[in-house]
């Protein structure tokens, strides 16, 4: 019986739990336990359980490419956070403002080779692929952030470029998940390439409803300064669709709010929140986000899997899209 995604949740978090740091030097080391504390979705880990068990694996044997994938994850995201200037991450402060810019690197720095520790674990047969895979990925994250970081000051982004940056920040790492609990778990090959195809079309769908949500979400639960990408001119999806589609008057408006750091962040913020509906930007997202999930299940129709496992992966891709965090 496949268990719920709450199970898994659960299960990795007792794991992550047991995870032991050196006690010295506690600059180094508090921080990254502070990080893995605060919180988060943890849908990597939970889709290397997942797809792990699928094939029959047990659970104790995909929990160590369960830890390196969200340590790495959250490895990222301190490092994001420096580059973004942000304030806050799950409603906390954020590493290098509870800290300071230099511990926060430093701390990231260890949290990535802590990563790579975690796949000692496994034999041969499966490391080997496994770190080939694993440092691509990460790699390939690299690259997705640098594009981010270019787009802030390019005067123009085309929507297959922001495309092509958001499926390498964010999408490849949910398909590397997948593909390594196949793995874990001896799927074929086919089978985890279908698996990493939908992940890629799930990480897609997740980061465009993690924009939307930046702009429309609520507060409380999204864990993050929401208008956080509009106050820092970030060039979503939704603000590039919106040029596309806003009347000349409302996307030079647009233009301009985006070229200035303004004193009044939160008139700003509704005002661009505004121009985002009545464009149909916001409707377009949604739109987007539908159609990357539903490729994502069509990969499901060619694994080798039965029906009542494959509904486990589209129940996953129903609650992603659905989410309000």
């Known amino acids: 019986m496949i268990e719920s995604i709450a199970t898994y949740r659960q299960t990795f978090l007792d794991h992550l739990a047991q995870i032991e740091f050196p006690e010295s030097p506690r600059e180094l080391y508090t921080p990254i336990e502070y990080i893995l504390d605060i919180g988060g979705k943890r849908i990597r880990p939970v889709l290397v359980l997942l797809s792990a068990d699928l094939y029959g694996a047990e659970p104790e ?23 973004d200037a942000a304030p806050l991450r799950r409603g906390k402060e954020t590493v290098h403002e509870r800290w300071d810019t230099n511990t926060a690197i430093l701390s990231g720095d260890a949290m990535l080779i802590e990563a790579y520790r975690q796949l000692e674990f496994y034999s041969p047969e499966v490391f ?6 694993f440092s691509k990925t990460a790699l390939e994250v690299c690259e997705g952030q ?8 390019l005067d123009q982004v085309g929507i297959d470029q922001y495309l092509t940056m958001i499926k390498y920040k964010t999408a490849v790492l949910v398909g590397c998940a997948l593909k390594m609990g196949a793995l874990i778990g001896g799927a074929s090959h086919s089978d985890q390439q279908a698996l990493y195809t939908f992940g890629i079309g799930l990480g897609l769908a997740f980061q465009l409803q993690d924009d939307y949500l930046d702009v429309f979400g609520d507060p409380e639960t999204f864990g993050k300064q929401v208008g956080g990408d ?15 589609l806003a009347s000349e008057q409302e996307a030079r408006e647009l233009r301009d709010l985006y070229s ?3 004193r009044d962040p939160q008139a700003k913020v509704q005002r661009v ?6 464009s149909g930007s916001a409707d377009s997202a949604r739109e987007l986000i539908r159609n990357y999930t539903d490729q994502a299940f069509e990969q499901l129709e060619s694994l080798d899997l039965p029906d009542n496992r494959k509904a486990v992966l589209r129940e996953f891709g129903d609650w992603l899209l659905n989410r309000d965090f």
Not at 62 to 70: F, G
């Open 230 to 244: 509009i106050i820092e001119n970030k060039k979503t999806f939704l603000y590039l669709k919106a040029l596309e």
């Open 146 to 153: 640098r594009d981010d970081m270019d787009f802030e000051t």
């Open 61 to 83: 044997e995909a929990l160590p490419a369960a830890a390196a994938v969200e340590i790495f994850h959250n490895f990222t995201l301190i490092h994001d956070d420096i580059m």
């Open 273 to 278: 929140t505004q121009i985002f509906k009545s």
């Open 260 to 262: 200035i750091k303004t």
């Open 128 to 133: 080997k692929p496994m770190m080939s895979f």
